[in-house]
């Protein structure tokens, strides 16, 4: 089955139990004020399928860090003048290196890197996308997805 044909079951509460959650780990984050209303109200939208729910998340999250939004295809295409490696089948095989930055729970449970986008944006607001851009992700197979390599 696709992602764009799964459904989303709306029998239970789920969205209210999410928003709950992230009431508890983040609202004492910096910047959850900032972000918690819209987020909220993503999540309250009652989208038709797993994919429709995936790409408000992905257009949401690219305004906050001011990337330009995805395009979606049935399969994948590499346009000749993209400068990335497609790294899907290798991801398992990645060692990377994650910017510091504070956390909610830090005194508790020390740094957790690569913990969530919304971590992230809920602690560090409009620093966010320069954090990112300071991660190192390296392949065994010499690859990088650091910026410019």
């Known amino acids: 089955m696709k992602i764009t044909e799964v459904k989303i079951a709306y029998f239970?509460?789920?969205q209210k139990e999410h928003i709950r959650s992230?009431?508890?780990a983040y609202r004492?984050?910096?910047?959850?004020?900032?972000?918690?209303?819209s987020i909220n109200a993503l999540l309250l939208q009652d989208h038709?399928?797993?994919?429709?729910l995936f790409t408000s998340v992905d257009a949401l999250i690219n305004k906050y860090l001011g990337l330009s939004d995805m395009n979606y295809t049935e399969t994948f295409v590499k346009p000749e003048t993209y400068p990335g490696v497609?790294?899907?089948?290798?991801f398992n095989d990645a060692n990377a290196s994650y910017a510091f930055y504070n956390q909610v729970f830090e005194h508790?449970?020390?740094?957790?890197?690569?913990?969530?986008?919304?971590?992230?944006?809920?602690?560090?607001?409009?620093?966010?996308?320069?954090?990112?851009?300071?991660?190192?992700?390296?392949?065994?197979?010499?690859?990088?997805?650091k910026e410019g390599q």
Do not use: C, M
């Open 22 to 24: 992230l009431v508890a």
């Open 86 to 90: 497609d790294v899907r089948r290798n």
């Open 48 to 52: 038709l399928t797993l994919f429709d």
């Open 108 to 145: 508790k449970y020390g740094f957790v890197p690569n913990l969530s986008i919304l971590d992230l944006l809920f602690n560090k607001g409009p620093e966010s996308r320069s954090i990112l851009e300071q991660t190192n992700i390296t392949f065994r197979n010499n690859l990088s997805l």
């Open 12 to 14: 239970e509460n789920w």
């Open 28 to 37: 004492s984050s910096p910047y959850y004020d900032h972000y918690a209303d």
